[in-house]
């Protein structure tokens, strides 16, 4: 089955300490992005990578770090997770946009993130 | 500036009414990509329905059509005959091309509610 796994689907933490919120795809998409979600603001992007090795900032990517080093695998990583960082976090996939192409994007589960 | 505008946060619909949901879009691109998808309170985001700026016609898939009108930079969901299950979050979505990169850009949501 086509899916985009992220782990884990909870998560509490305090300030300061690491953490990483996985995320898999087994479609071969290149593409792959990090969206966070907040109460009237929608979704917003915090990275994106277009393919192994190449990734870049989204509109909110203060406090995040990703690596792409498989073309499955699109990690995100708080190095010192703070509390305005509580939050949903969505890891979404497709395959690479060719201009008016209709592919869209396949999104994970969700990790909903508190930081005490 | 937003480039994605609902203006509705939430709606209350009696069941088996049709029911619009309102987006408003911004971008200088000619080539861009409509979406909207739907948040039940499971939290995964579901792709509903997708509209290419060249496209001719209004999509339709089953009991959702995108009302789009390109000149008025709108592009509305139609949900036809509602039930209980469509209770959800919706967010519309624009894709745009940002330096060979997608980036799908998503507006606020509207949460909407179908009452038996």
């Known amino acids: 089955e086509a899916q985009v796994t992220q782990n884990p689907r909870y998560l509490i933490t305090v300030t300061g300490k690491k953490l990483t919120v996985t995320c898999s795809q087994n479609?071969?998409?290149?593409?792959m992005s990090w969206y966070r979600q907040d109460p009237g603001l929608g979704l917003r992007q915090i990275y994106y990578s277009m393919n192994v090795e190449v990734t870049d900032k989204g509109d909110v990517p203060e406090g995040y770090k990703v690596s792409r080093k498989e073309k499955r695998n699109f990690p995100l990583i708080l190095e010192s997770p703070s509390p305005n960082q509580t939050s949903l976090y969505f890891c979404a996939s497709s395959s690479m946009i060719r201009q008016g192409a209709r592919e869209k994007l396949f999104f994970g589960s969700g990790t909903q993130l508190s930081v005490l | 500036a937003q480039k994605i505008t609902q203006t509705q946060p939430g709606m209350f619909v009696q069941e088996k009414e049709a029911v619009t949901l309102d987006c408003t879009y911004d971008t200088s691109d000619q080539s861009y990509g409509l979406f909207w998808y739907k948040q039940p309170s499971s939290g995964e985001m579901i792709f509903l329905i997708y509209q290419g700026s060249y496209d001719e016609q209004n999509a339709t898939e089953g009991r959702y059509s995108l009302n789009f009108q390109k000149a008025r930079k709108s592009a509305n969901l139609v949900i036809s005959a509602s039930q209980l299950g469509d209770s959800a979050m919706y967010f519309c979505?624009?894709?745009?091309?940002?330096?060979?990169?997608?980036?799908?850009?998503f507006g606020q949501g509207t949460r909407l509610t179908i009452n038996p």
């Open positions: 979505a624009m894709r745009e091309h940002v330096q060979g990169a997608q980036k799908l850009v």
């Open positions: 479609m071969n998409h290149e593409y």
